[in-house]
């Protein structure tokens, strides 16, 4: 399973880092994403990043203010969040998928970003 | 970037009915395409991909077909636990882009 954290409240340009747990699996041999959906909104897709790291890519909307990163001997994703603006309020979720094309298998439960002043 | 767009946005129906999502790319993407269901305050559920082969798991009555650019998903009998909003994803390239979404009512 994965296990979002680290949302919250934060005001227009601060910075939040979300985290992922994963459990049950491989996690190492899985490449993993981010995906988002504002309040009453469709799926957006953030970012995503490769099982060594070695790829990543990110949506346009957020490159150059995000910086995804995993920690294999931790079983752990990571999202750094900076320069936040109202249109990143959304729930994050983590997300698993076996190769490249593959599709988004397992879902975290989702952590609740809210910028906002 | 490839658009994804799906209709209808939203449809009206009843057990038993037979419902039909149409979902079209603005490309080709071959049959790269995955099909998923989400419930309100609940995480998406991944119910098909490669345009038309079922997750485990998940009932028969659910099925997609198409290639290339027009893709449906067909439910054959709408079930109470069917009532959600299903979405469309292409995986042929980077952006992953996910169709608008299609809520199912009652």
């Known amino acids: 399973q994965l296990v979002e954290s680290g949302g919250g409240l934060v005001k227009p340009g601060g910075s939040l880092r979300l985290s992922c747990a994963a459990s049950g699996f491989g996690f190492s041999g899985y490449s993993l994403n981010w995906v988002r959906q504002a309040p009453g909104k469709g799926l957006e897709w953030v970012s995503s990043?490769?099982?060594?790291?070695?790829?990543?890519y990110y949506a346009d909307s957020v490159r150059g203010r995000f910086t995804i990163s995993r920690d294999n001997a931790k079983n752990s994703l990571y999202l750094e969040m900076n320069f936040l603006r109202a249109e990143d309020t959304a729930v994050y979720y983590c997300v698993r998928q076996r190769n490249w094309g593959d599709p988004f298998d397992i879902w975290g439960q989702g952590t609740v970003v809210t910028v906002s002043s | 970037d490839i658009q994804m767009s799906q209709s209808p946005s939203s449809l009206s129906a009843s057990v038993g009915d037979r419902v039909t999502i149409t979902c079209r790319a603005s490309q080709t993407i071959g049959r790269y395409l995955i099909w998923y269901q989400q419930k309100p305050g609940k995480a998406p559920k991944l119910l098909m991909h490669d345009a038309s082969s079922l997750q485990s798991g998940v009932p028969s009555r659910f099925s997609g077909s198409g290639s290339g650019t027009d893709f449906t998903l067909t439910i054959s009998s709408l079930q109470p636990d069917d009532f959600a909003t299903y979405y469309c994803q292409q995986s042929y390239s980077v952006p992953v882009t996910f169709g608008q979404g299609t809520k199912v009512e009652i």
């Open positions: 990043i490769s099982t060594t790291s070695s790829l990543i």
